[in-house]
Nanobody, 116 residues
Framework: QVQLVESGGGLVQSGGSLRLSCAASGGRFSLGTMGWYRQAPGKQRELVATITRDGTTNYQDSVKGRFTISRDNAKKTVYLQMNSLKPEDTAVYYC??????????WGQGLQVTVSS
């Protein structure tokens, strides 16, 4: 059974930084694309950033230049470094990992709150 364990969320002031981590454990699978999504109250879940197995990244326009996604395949971990945080970044953040040959796995969600 594959499990994703997220860490690093919390409360931060506007302009501050947080680093989210998501580690996969259990099961036997190869990692495909890894990513972070977020869902603010009353809104749909949206893509924040993704990173492919070969390191190609993609970002939502609103986070470009502020957030950086990275991965460590040996540790089956994906990271999201968030700098210059804004109140509008407040949301529950979810990591998502696609298996290389199938399977989609989601983390339990992390609350990130940015105060003004």
């Amino acid at each position: 059974q594959v499990q994703l364990v997220e860490s690093g969320g919390g409360l931060v002031q506007s302009g501050g930084s947080l680093r989210l981590s998501c580690a996969a454990s259990g099961g036997r699978f190869s990692l495909g694309t890894m990513g972070w999504y977020r869902q603010a109250p009353g809104k749909q879940r949206e893509l924040v950033a993704t990173i492919t197995r070969d390191g190609t990244t993609n970002y939502q326009d609103s986070v470009k230049g502020r957030f950086t996604i990275s991965r460590d395949n040996a540790k089956k971990t994906v990271y999201l470094q968030m700098n210059s945080l804004k109140p509008e970044d407040t949301a529950v953040y979810y990591c998502k990992i696609d298996g290389l040959v199938g399977g989609v796995y989601w983390g339990q969600g992390l609350q990130v709150t940015v105060s003004s």
